[in-house]
């Protein structure tokens, strides 16, 4: 007799280990079938899976099934990425959290939390996969640290360098001074704060006469490499090729002509300091020809020489 109400943990109760041990998921690569693959975006095992895992892998797992059934040899990759700056800020925190800093234990203490945070998340990440009864084949599982992974991506960036198609240079990052390592541009979350100009006088060498420049940061003067005018300024256009007296530092610096400098903001005379915050700046510097001295340290601290 059937019961009143439909009892899902009932029916779907080992289906799911039925499944996989029967190896319904596994592709065959020496099989003559065509082909057909995907590989699941690795979630990463700074945490659980969300709404939006459940909804991409539905999708995923009725492609794999269909292919299946018309016959392809049908592969379903899985696999986890190990997030390394997240998970390294998620092991740090629950560190903090047992009175333990992170920074004072070794790196082979602190690996050995980073690596029972990565099978508590992945074993959970499993239960969650198999709730969803999603077609994997677990025999193919994949990690973004193992040791075949990595040694494909060292491979391919080498050959990308020794091709000339990457390359090292001095760029604006986004810089985490907790964790100490770049972040992507999606990793950081803009505000706009409410500022304020400060007005300091760039004396022209060997005169009495000074640039007025109007900054939001003064603070940053001590990396400044040369200040800015639109060459189409009519009132410092013949001041280009002249230099001025850094403020506190008393070094020369030069003044330059950019068509970046706006004549109609401040005082149109750009203080150029390559600060981490203006991509423009850095143009600028970089087509004069400047050295690029950065006015921070890793801390995100304040050089005190620059």
């Not at 969650?128 to 084949?137: N, R, Y």
């Not at 706009?192 to 640039?211: P, Q, R, V």
């Amino acid at each position: 007799m059937l019961d009143k109400k439909y009892n899902h943990l009932e029916v779907e109760k080992n289906k799911y280990e039925e499944w996989k041990s029967k190896g319904y998921f596994k592709s065959d690569s020496q099989s003559d079938k065509t082909p057909y693959c995907i590989v699941i975006p690795p979630p990463n095992v700074t945490g659980k899976l969300h709404l939006g895992h459940a909804w991409n892998t539905t999708l995923q797992d009725i492609l794999i099934r269909y292919k299946r059934m018309q016959g392809y040899d049908a592969l379903w990759l899985p696999g986890m990425d190990h997030a390394g700056i997240a998970t390294q800020a998620k092991v740090d925190k629950r560190l903090r959290d047992m009175g333990i800093n992170p920074r004072a234990i070794s790196r082979e203490e602190w690996l050995e939390h980073a690596w029972g945070w990565k099978d508590e998340y992945a074993n959970t990440i499993h239960e969650q996969w198999a709730k969803l009864g999603l077609s994997l084949d677990y025999s193919k599982e994949r990690f973004t640290l193992d040791k075949g992974l990595n040694d494909a991506v060292n491979y391919v960036f080498v050959k990308l360098y020794e091709k000339g198609l990457i390359y090292r240079g001095e760029r604006i990052i986004n810089w985490d001074p907790v964790q100490m390592t770049a972040l992507s541009n999606e990793e950081v979350i803009y505000k706009e704060d409410k500022g304020a100009f400060y007005h300091i006088k760039y004396f022209i060498t060997g005169t009495d006469d000074y640039l007025d420049v109007a900054t939001t940061r003064p603070e940053t003067l001590f990396g400044d490499t040369a200040v800015a005018v639109n060459p189409k300024d009519q009132r410092y256009k013949h001041l280009i090729g002249k230099t001025v007296i850094l403020p506190i530092v008393n070094k020369e610096i030069p003044i330059v002509g950019d068509m970046h400098a706006d004549p109609e903001f401040g005082t149109g005379v750009v203080k150029t300091t390559p600060n981490g915050t203006n991509p423009v700046i850095i143009r600028v510097i970089k087509d004069m020809i400047m050295a690029v001295n950065s006015i921070f340290n890793i801390k995100r601290k304040e050089n005190v020489v620059c």
